[in-house]
Structure formats: structure tokens, C-alpha cells
């Protein structure tokens, strides 16, 4: 009888001390769901990026840029009004920085490659700023979409990564060939690319 209880005893030791590594599994299970659950928001929250483009140099050129990554290709998409009718430059510019009122406190053309300005995809070469043109509307409007797989947001390529560096939009049109600016004139209107 007494070795039965000895028995039973061991039995119940066992019992409970499995259970308890059962539970502390599962809990480790948890915590790494948690983990996994934060990085896939943090993956896809980095994925999409909005910034609003703020009035410059005493214009009223305002409003707002997108910029979305899927499948290694960055698209822009920028809506903007208070333009002057007709052709303007946008580009991306080496700093996030918009303090000054003429915008200049974002530098020059981002040019990670050192490379010639230019346009877009020429062979005698282009900042990897060098958006181009586009044309506002009678009434001042315009939007503009861009795609390129030379950019990213946030890799660890610093010849393709958007963030830390801003983007200008000009009074004038890029005329593609003055170095290194394109002669585009004024900034009127900027926006920081932070995350
Ligand atoms: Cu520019
Ligand atoms: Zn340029």
C-alpha cells in the first residue's frame, strides 16, 4: 500500500511538472506570434509613406505626396495645387530639410551616383533626383505619378533610399542640360521624405 502511494505520488510530480512546460511553451509560442505580428506591421508600415508638400519662396503651391513600394518598384504620386499654369520641374533634393522659405535648405539635386544632371534614364547620365517635368492646368493643377526600381524606401542602398531627402517642386522647367541644376528656377513648394 505504501508503494502504491509512492507510486501515485510520482505519478501526480509528473504530472504537474509537464503540465508547467506545457504552459511555459505556450507562452513562448505567444510572445513569438507578438513579435512576428509587429514586424509584419512595421514591414508593411514602412511600404507607404505620406508627406504634405508646404508652400515656398512666397508662393501658394501646395499639397500632397504618396509614396508606395511594392515588388522592388517605388511609385510617387503627387497632387498639387496654386501652380502657375503650364510646365514645371519636380525633383528629389538631397536633404528632408524645408526651414527655409526658398527651400534651399534641402541642397542640391540628390545625386547619390555622381552623376550628371539630366533626364530620366539618358545615357550620358541623370541624378537619381532628376524627376523631370510635368504641366499644371489652367486653373493651377496638376498631379504627377513616377515609378522607378532605382529608388527604395528605407533599404540599406544609399545610391536608391528616398528617406532623409525632400522634394522641390520649381517655378521654371528643367531644361535638362545646365549643370547641375537645370536652370528650373524658384522652389515653390517642398516636402521632407521622413520616415
Ligand atoms: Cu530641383
Ligand atoms: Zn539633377
Redesign the pocket.
Known sequence: MKHLKLILLTFVFIASYSCKEAKKESKEVMEDKNVMEKEMIEVVGAKTLNFTLEPKSGSSVKGDVNFSEENGTVTMKATLVGLAPGEH?????EKADCSSADGKSTG??WNPTFSPHGKWGSTEGYHR?DIGNFTADTDGNASVEFSTDEWCLGCNDETKNLLGKGV?V?EGI?DFITQP??D?GG?VSCAGIIE
Open positions: 520641374a519636380i525633383h528629389i533634393h542640391g539635386h533626383g522641390i520649381h528643367d541644376t537645370g528650373a522652389r
